[in-house]
């Protein structure tokens, strides 16, 4: 059974980085489009990053365009999700979903956390 490992949330400050992982265990990770989601309390669950399968095209909706960068450590099937200039109002549990086909997988969140 495939599994989503979310990893590297945190407490920053206004402004600062953080870079999130989402391993998926699957040897055959390239065909995998994996995506990740925020959800913060009280708000529903919205899609921040996507990456495509084989081609990893890299997809953001433009509320995080040039801060958030998607990538793909094909050699650690591991994706990557670089925050930058981080807002109090990014602060949420961010969630990775791994889909491939119609197995879509979900790893539990990390949390992330800005101060003002």
């Known amino acids: 059974q495939v599994q989503v490992l979310e990893s590297g949330g945190g407490l920053v400050q206004t402004g600062g980085s953080l870079r999130l992982s989402c391993a998926v265990s699957?040897?055959?990770?390239?065909?995998?489009?994996v995506r990740w989601y925020r959800q913060a309390p009280g708000k529903s669950r919205e899609l921040v990053a996507t990456?495509?399968?084989?081609?990893?095209?890299?997809l953001y909706p433009d509320f995080v365009k040039g801060r958030f960068t998607i990538s793909r450590g094909n050699a650690k099937s591991t994706v990557y999700l670089e925050m930058n200039n981080l807002q109090p109002e990014d602060t949420a549990v961010y969630l990775c979903?791994?889909?491939?086909?119609?197995?879509?997988?979900w790893g539990k969140g990390t949390q992330v956390t800005v101060s003002s």
């Open positions: 990456i495509t399968s084989h081609e990893s095209t890299p």
């Open positions: 699957d040897g055959d990770f390239i065909r995998y489009a």
């Open positions: 979903n791994a889909c491939r086909g119609t197995t879509h997988v």
